[in-house]
């Protein structure tokens, strides 16, 4: 039986803390079982961004003729994009995988985990014992219990990354995140896409005001059929048919291909951590504490499988902390402020608290908004619908959520994001009061912060 001072499980995040463990004298190992790089690298975050450049680059061309540039699509290559992304991330798993494999340590296993106890791994019929343990496993697509799903060919987020294939028509079964990006891509690539959505909104967890906006717009270009509740699937011919209520009335849509997008499930069930009693939320993620140790010593979990934010940046800050920590130098994350970003059309970025979950909390607070339309560059731009929004506390100033629909939003968020680190109470006033090149797109965001009325 093979002993480490250290196992990995997950070749994530996980894969830097491996790496830093060894580097500073550690006896470690990985084990992951697909490609190395975890889920951003090879299903998740880079093949999807590479697509999605794609999808904004026809929408670029479709809509030449309001500046005045005569431009048509002769042809779509969708295949084309989704193979760029393909072969350069499966590139990068196997480098990732050579360079590790050229050192002795740390040392891989190719396989799935699962606890024996609180300090004994199985993998492959091989068992191994480890001093510590940190698990970074991820998760996976969550599939809901729909009637007949079991029975019918359809997608997640991994095989549609994938394709080799692009269907005329799919039906889009869940509207966050996933679903907004890849509805997306797939739309500007000429399919027709529908959206089942059970909420009243599309990408209900941002702020309201956004959400709106999004939902309104999203309406207006595509099929988007919200507060649906899917009944069951079932494959008919060469299609599928999802059955749905919508405020009690049935309906159906037909379509080539579904894609199911109704969020992720923590792999914490796949691993029986029960075995080496870690405790788990209702919904499966490890609980953790501000070091990100779980309920048994010297056992640590971070990334998604641990569920306090569900984004790549935000593993990479845990997995520099859980280095410190493995190593005996604890230190709290500092997860302050965590900023998000939506890659589709139009963008979606955020940091801080949404208006309604303010409200939930009874917090006093005061709105600032301001829209692209009303800047140089938004003009331009030729932007309807984009605005900033800022949430402050009434009394202390404090920047308590930003809010960013539109163009560029995933960049003019990091300058919110900036101030707030730099000065947790007096974000607002460096915002105001830091000079902004006239007419760039940053000074929607100065002129919201002006609009706060504190």
Not at 322 to 334: E, F, P, R, W
Request: aromatic share 6%; proline share 4%.
């Amino acid at each position: 039986m093979k002993s480490f001072d250290l196992v990995v499980i997950g070749a994530g995040s996980g894969l830097d803390v491996a790496v830093g463990a060894a580097q500073h004298g550690l006896k470690t190992a990985i084990i992951n079982e697909g490609p190395l790089g975890g889920t951003c690298l090879n299903r998740g975050c880079i093949p999807s961004k590479m697509i999605l450049h794609s999808a904004d680059v026809a929408e670029t061309i479709s809509t030449a003729s309001q500046f005045g540039i005569n431009a048509t699509i002769k042809s779509l290559h969708p295949l084309h994009a989704i193979q760029r992304a393909t072969s350069l991330v499966d590139h990068e798993a196997k480098e990732i995988e050579k360079n590790i494999n050229s050192t002795k340590n740390p040392v891989i296993f190719k396989g799935k985990a699962s606890f024996v106890n609180k300090t004994t791994l199985l993998i492959n019929n091989e068992t191994i014992t480890a001093k510590k343990i940190l698990i970074a496993a991820g998760t996976r697509p969550s599939i809901p219990p729909i009637p007949g799903i079991e029975k019918v060919p359809f997608l997640t987020s991994t095989e549609a990354l994938r394709l080799q294939k692009i269907p005329k028509t799919m039906t889009i079964i869940g509207g966050g995140y996933i679903a907004a990006e890849l509805g997306y891509f797939f739309a500007s690539m000429g399919c027709i896409i529908t959206i089942l959505q059970r909420n009243e909104l599309l990408i209900p967890t941002v702020d309201i005001d956004v959400a709106r906006t999004f939902t309104t717009l999203w309406q207006k270009k595509y099929r988007v059929i919200t507060k649906a509740d899917v009944k069951s699937i079932e494959k008919r011919g060469d299609s599928m048919i999802v059955h749905y209520q919508v405020s009690g009335k049935k309906a159906e849509i037909k379509s080539d291909t579904l894609l199911v997008a109704a969020g992720r499930k923590p792999n914490s069930d796949i691993l029986n951590v029960q075995q080496a009693g870690l405790k788990t939320s209702p919904q499966g993620y490890l609980n953790v504490n501000q070091y990100l140790e779980t309920n048994v010593k010297n056992i640590w979990a971070l990334g998604d499988i641990a569920g306090v934010y569900q984004f790549k940046h935000s593993a990479n800050l845990e997995a520099e902390y859980a280095l410190q920590n493995i190593l005996g130098k604890k230190g709290a994350v500092d997860y302050y402020p965590m900023p998000y970003a939506i890659f589709t059309s139009p963008q979606v970025a955020g940091v801080g608290l949404t208006e309604q979950v303010l409200q939930q909390k009874k917090k006093s607070y005061v709105v600032g908004k301001y829209f692209y339309k009303d800047t140089g560059m938004g003009t331009a731009l030729a932007e309807k619908d984009g605005f900033v929004k800022f949430i402050v506390d009434k009394k202390t100033k404090e920047i308590l959520g930003c809010h960013i629909i539109g163009p560029q939003a995933s960049l003019l968020i990091h300058e919110v994001v900036v101030a707030m680190k730099a000065n947790r109470f007096k974000a607002l006033d460096i915002l105001r009061n830091t000079v902004h090149v006239h007419p760039a797109l940053n000074e929607v965001v100065q002129r919201a912060a002006w609009n706060v009325p504190v």
